[in-house]
């Protein structure tokens, strides 16, 4: 059993596109995440959720919209897509608060043409 | 502000040697630190992390890290490496005081036959 899953794992589509990601956890965790992996494989947080509340929200453009329909769920979705939010998102979940750790998704590799 | 470096964005290394990728942070506030790995087109899987405790860590498949407060490093070592060990590793701390986990922009780790 996948304990993060994302689906799509790959996702192409063209600039000014409105799409989503979706992200689920099966192991009871309390927090989910998103991270952007650049070409440069560089990680960086945009965005936690905690039991379905927003706690951390990085400098992201609000084209970006996370949505957590429950505590093992998390989505995002990407509003009029650029050629630059061309990366990986990798979705991720922790228990208490994350200091022990966090479990990853595969990513979904998005290309903005 | 937190951070972390590597030190080393490739090391290359011939099977069976040992390897040492370098790992430095900064924070004001106390931290938790771990390695992760991303293998080719994969999600990133915790390799190791230090919570407290002693100072040295080891992993399951003979990758050890030594937590060093004087010199705020977190040093990732192995005595002899394979070809299965090609991959991206990642030092990342998390703050105690917010569980957010910040990457360093990872060390790519080439074994050659």
């Known amino acids: 059993d996948t304990a993060v899953s994302q689906t799509p794992k790959y996702l192409v589509t063209q600039m000014g596109n409105d799409k989503s990601i979706k992200c689920e956890q099966n192991?009871?965790?309390?927090?989910m995440y998103w991270y952007k992996q650049d070409s440069k494989k560089f990680l960086k947080i945009m965005f936690s959720?905690?039991?379905?509340?927003?706690?951390i929200n990085e400098t992201v453009p609000n084209r970006f919209s996370p949505k957590s329909p429950d505590k093992a769920h998390l989505n995002l979705h990407i509003n009029s897509l650029e050629l630059g939010d061309s990366a990986v998102y990798f979705c991720?979940?922790?228990?208490?608060?994350?200091?022990?750790?966090?479990?990853f998704g595969s990513g979904t590799r998005l290309t903005v043409v | 502000a937190q951070s972390v470096t590597q030190l080393d964005s490739q090391v290359p290394v011939f099977e069976e040697a040992p390897v040492e990728l370098r790992c430095n942070y900064s924070?004001?506030?106390?931290?938790?630190l771990f390695w992760y790995v991303q293998y080719p087109n994969q999600g990133l899987q915790l390799l190791l992390k230090?919570?407290?405790?002693?100072?040295l860590v080891e992993s399951i498949n003979g990758f050890e890290a030594e937590f060093n407060k004087s010199q705020t490093s977190f040093h990732l070592r192995k005595p002899s490496v394979h070809i299965s060990d090609t991959a991206e590793y990642f030092c990342?701390?998390?703050?105690?005081?917010?569980?957010?986990?910040?990457f360093g922009q990872g060390t790519t780790l080439q074994v050659k036959p």
């Open positions: 959720y905690n039991n379905k509340e927003l706690i």
């Open positions: 991720a979940s922790s228990q208490d608060g994350g200091n022990y750790g966090y479990t």
């Open positions: 230090y919570l407290s405790g002693s100072t």
């Open positions: 990342a701390v998390s703050l105690s005081n917010t569980g957010k986990l910040i």
């Open positions: 192991l009871g965790h309390d927090t």
């Open positions: 924070s004001s506030v106390s931290v938790y």
